[in-house]
């Protein structure tokens, strides 16, 4: 089992290009989330998925979107990256309601 | 959710049991203690987490006090591989189920 997939592992983008980070789950979870964590701190939510169809703001939302493409997959698009952005994002999923959230691995991205 | 206070730093001696606090003073009924860990550029690891009673798996136990407002987790035999930032967190059950990490308890495990 895979769990909680992200690619890519690392990008550098120039400040103003664009690109999505992709998620992927082959654990069946309803529930989906994006997450960022800047140097030294601890993880900030920007946008979660409770399920297939639906997508809410976290605390971090702005400059970012988020696809929620089926029940497997979860992506956050950046339209035009800003320095601010660069940082670890990881993704995550979980059975809603239950307690287990499973991280992916992370993708540090690199604002220049 | 409640907001949770756990120190900056700690360390453990290698094959000691580490003994990590969190105070939640301002804890409701039904709102749970959650911990994670994330060891060094990994994604966070979900551990254990309990209401009322002390609950216990094979990474580690949590130790819950009678009033709430505080609880423990223990590693029993503490290694190198589990030196990481702890984080505890206090949130109620929900469809939703966001989870706000804070700051953590970087745990330094030494031989």
């Known amino acids: 089992n895979a769990g909680v997939t992200q690619t890519p592992k690392f990008q550098v983008l120039k400040t103003g290009q664009s690109m999505t980070l992709q998620c992927a789950q082959d654990m069946n979870h309803n529930s989906m989330y994006w997450y960022r964590q800047d140097p030294g701190m601890g993880l900030r939510l920007i946008y979660y998925s409770a399920s297939e169809g639906t997508t809410d703001k976290g605390e971090v939302p702005n400059g970012y979107n988020v696809s929620r493409l089926n029940k497997r997959e979860f992506s956050l698009r950046l339209e035009s990256a800003a320095p601010s952005q660069t940082s670890v994002y990881f993704c995550a999923s979980s059975v809603t309601g239950r307690a287990e959230a499973f991280f992916g691995q992370g993708t540090r991205l690199t604002v220049v | 959710d409640a907001k949770t206070t756990q120190p900056p730093s700690m360390d453990c001696a290698e094959g000691r049991a580490a003994n990590l606090p969190c105070n939640h003073s301002?804890?409701?009924?039904?709102?749970?203690v959650y911990w994670y860990r994330q060891i060094h550029s990994q994604g966070p690891q979900y551990i254990i987490h309990?209401?009322?009673n002390n609950e216990t798996n094979e990474m580690a136990s949590l130790i819950i006090t009678e009033d709430r407002k505080s609880s423990t987790l223990i590693l029993p035999h503490a290694t190198l591989r589990d030196t990481a930032v702890y984080y505890c967190?206090?949130?109620?059950?929900?469809?939703?189920?966001?989870?706000?990490f804070g700051a953590g308890t970087t745990v330094t495990v030494r031989a």
């Open positions: 309990g209401l009322k």
């Open positions: 967190i206090v949130r109620f059950p929900s469809n939703d189920y966001k989870l706000s």
């Open positions: 301002t804890i409701s009924g039904n709102e749970y």
